[in-house]
């Protein structure tokens, strides 16, 4: 479990050892299951990350549910991440974090499409000398805190964390047109192990 979880779960933690010994036991059970969820949610599993060099991997776990052509000539990936998903966001290349930029805004329901416009956000930019990966962590209904791992200037591997979003969120990720797309919508991916994409030329 990731450090970000242990100012929610120790309160929860001790206000159910409180109700289990003063009463009622309804609220200790109650507080159990809200720590139990809180250690779930925070949980930080290892990830086999492909070696391969051209692959580009999802920087987060979720279900995609929007892909779409920018007028950038990107295309443009949104992973929605329900409750029930691992939360860790990592890097889709190994790289330099050439820029970060926090974008202030509201907490639309992350499945929502205005979302990736409107929400709070924190928004990548990963350059590995030949190709830059632009991705956003984007802020939820119950999301409120975007945490963030990296400052520019730091090296990645791909596959590395570099943060998390709490509580229900998206992840957009914009792939360059030299990257053919390895994903459809509806599919489930997982963060650091899921190929998205592959580089034409490396």
């Given at each position: 479990m990731v450090k970000e979880g242990y100012p929610f779960l120790i309160p929860l933690a001790m206000s159910a050892v409180l109700f289990f010994w003063l009463g009622p036991k309804w609220g200790g059970f109650l507080f159990l299951a809200l720590t139990l969820f809180v250690g779930f949610f925070f949980r930080d599993p290892e990830r086999s990350v492909p070696v391969e060099e051209a692959a580009v991997v999802s920087p987060a776990d979720g279900k995609v549910?929007?892909?779409?052509?920018?007028?950038?000539?990107?295309?443009?990936?949104?992973?929605?991440?329900?409750?029930?998903?691992?939360?860790?966001?990592?890097?889709?290349?190994?790289?330099?974090?050439?820029?970060?930029?926090?974008?202030?805004?509201?907490?639309?329901?992350?499945?929502?499409?205005?979302?990736?416009?409107?929400?709070?956000?924190?928004?990548?930019?990963?350059?590995?000398?030949?190709?830059?990966?632009?991705?956003?962590?984007?802020?939820?209904?119950?999301?409120?805190?975007?945490?963030?791992?990296?400052?520019?200037?730091?090296?990645?591997?791909?596959?590395?964390?570099?943060?998390?979003?709490?509580?229900?969120?998206?992840?957009?990720?914009?792939?360059?047109?030299?990257?053919?797309l390895e994903v459809a919508l509806g599919d489930k991916v997982k963060g650091g192990n899921s190929v998205i994409g592959r580089f034409h030329h490396v």
């Open positions: 549910v929007k892909i779409s052509s920018e007028s950038d000539g990107t295309t443009r990936i949104s992973i929605f991440l329900s409750v029930f998903n691992v939360h860790i966001n990592r890097s889709p290349i190994a790289g330099k974090v050439e820029s970060i930029r926090y974008v202030p805004g509201k907490f639309k329901v992350a499945f929502d499409e205005r979302a990736s416009l409107e929400n709070e956000q924190n928004i990548w930019v990963i350059d590995n000398d030949c190709q830059k990966v632009r991705f956003s962590q984007i802020a939820g209904i119950l999301a409120r805190r975007i945490v963030c791992w990296k400052k520019p200037g730091d090296r990645v591997g791909k596959g590395e964390r570099i943060g998390l979003i709490k509580f229900g969120s998206r992840v957009d990720i914009f792939l360059p047109k030299n990257v053919t």
